[in-house]
């Protein structure tokens, strides 16, 4: 099976700016759950979507959203670019059933904010 | 509130040496335990879980972790460490009931010295 795939590998934007990123899940996996990375924070849960709902959400400010598609593929949006949000935005599935709960996750997104 | 603690930055461990990297959580309820590997510019490859059953679980390229219940504690060993272990190893934990979203250490920084 293909793992969990992520697009685009590599971003730079502007402050200000807005961003898009997106993540195809194992297949038959149905839950999505997107973490952001960084060396002062550490890997930081963001929210989980499973059959196109979002089930959980982390701390972040509503600059930070989400949503899922019928092929369970995943989309993060962040408005208004901070400085701050310089970061690995790593997307991860899971199959949710019986005695599989770990999470895969893909290479990552490096966003660089200037 | 969840939350894991690996109190080792580091661990330098030479060839052919067992290693040992420690981990201890904080959960309500029974938890769900993960180890995960991640390699400089890749996102985090999942090592093994303890989700039930035997204590001493048994994961990926001979890794394997106790689960101590007594000493909430999941440390994670190997016989015999190899340089191609070296990497940065997180340790997470989740809930069984209700939110699935992992909480991550701060991550362990293994250095195997040939």
């Known amino acids: 099976k293909a793992g969990v795939t992520q697009t685009p590998r590599y971003l730079i934007k502007t402050r200000g700016q807005q961003v898009t990123l997106s993540c195809s899940p194992i297949s038959g996996h149905r839950s999505v759950s997107w973490y952001q990375q960084t060396p002062g924070q550490g890997l930081q849960f963001l929210f989980e979507?499973?059959?196109?709902?979002?089930?959980n959400k982390g701390n972040f400010p509503g600059r930070f959203s989400g949503r899922q598609f019928s092929n369970s593929r995943s989309e993060m949006n962040v408005s208004t670019l901070e400085l701050g949000d310089s970061a690995l935005y790593l997307c991860?599935?899971?199959?949710?059933?019986?005695?599989?709960?770990?999470?895969?996750f893909g290479p990552g997104t490096r966003l660089t904010v200037t | 509130a969840q939350s894991v603690a690996q109190p080792e930055d580091q661990v330098n461990v030479a060839e052919g040496n067992p290693l040992t990297v420690k981990c201890t959580y904080s959960?309500?309820?029974?938890?769900?335990l993960f180890w995960y590997v991640q390699y400089p510019n890749r996102g985090l490859q999942f090592l093994l879980k303890y989700i039930t059953g035997d204590n001493l679980v048994k994961g990926s390229y001979g890794f394997e972790a106790e689960f101590n219940k007594s000493q909430t504690s999941f440390h994670l060993k190997k016989p015999s460490a190899l340089v191609s272990d070296s990497a940065l190893y997180f340790c997470a934990v989740r809930r069984r009931l209700g939110a699935n979203n992992l909480f991550f250490g701060t991550g362990t920084r293994l250095t195997v010295i040939p």
């Open positions: 959960v309500s309820g029974n938890p769900y």
């Open positions: 979507y499973f059959s196109e709902t979002q089930r």
């Open positions: 991860a599935s899971s199959l949710e059933a019986s005695g599989s709960y770990e999470q895969y």
